[in-house]
């Protein structure tokens, strides 16, 4: 079998995950070896153009396996996780309450009657 299409048929049986990290090790490894041969034996090696496609190329793969890998299950992770991590419940009832009542009145009467607060301060 032929080299070339035995690493293509490994790669195609690997999950996207396992692509991203071989591409971050070669862009890893790529940049460190054009940072040598920058410093030591080729001064006019361009730096900046090769790193940045690349770089860009490398963001639009990462991008593109975080969106195919995201599930249902990984969203209700994900809003459960930002439920568990909402400190600030006064401030979400605050905006929930807010565009309903548009009455100046009533949200400074609310705004007062709010000692149980935790953002208040205990006087």
């Known amino acids: ?23 971050g090790l070669l862009f890893g490894i790529f940049t460190v070896l054009l940072l040598i041969a920058r410093a030591t034996f080729a001064p006019e090696v361009p730096l900046f153009w090769p790193l940045l496609i690349w770089y860009i190329v490398f963001s639009l793969h ?10 249902d299950d ?5 809003a459960d996780k930002v439920r568990r991590h909402a400190y600030d419940f006064a ?10 009542t548009f009455d100046p009145e009533k949200d400074k009467e609310r705004r007062s009657n709010a ?4 953002d208040k301060p205990a006087e």
């Open 62 to 71: 990462f991008l593109l396996v975080r969106s195919l890998t995201a599930n």
């Open 91 to 100: 401030h979400v009832k605050d905006i929930y309450i807010k565009p309903i």
């Open 1 to 23: 079998m032929n080299p070339v299409k035995a690493i293509i048929d490994y790669y195609r049986r690997c999950r996207a995950v396992t692509l991203l990290w071989h591409h």
């Open 74 to 78: 990984w969203a209700d992770e994900r």
């Open 115 to 118: 000692s149980d607060r935790p």
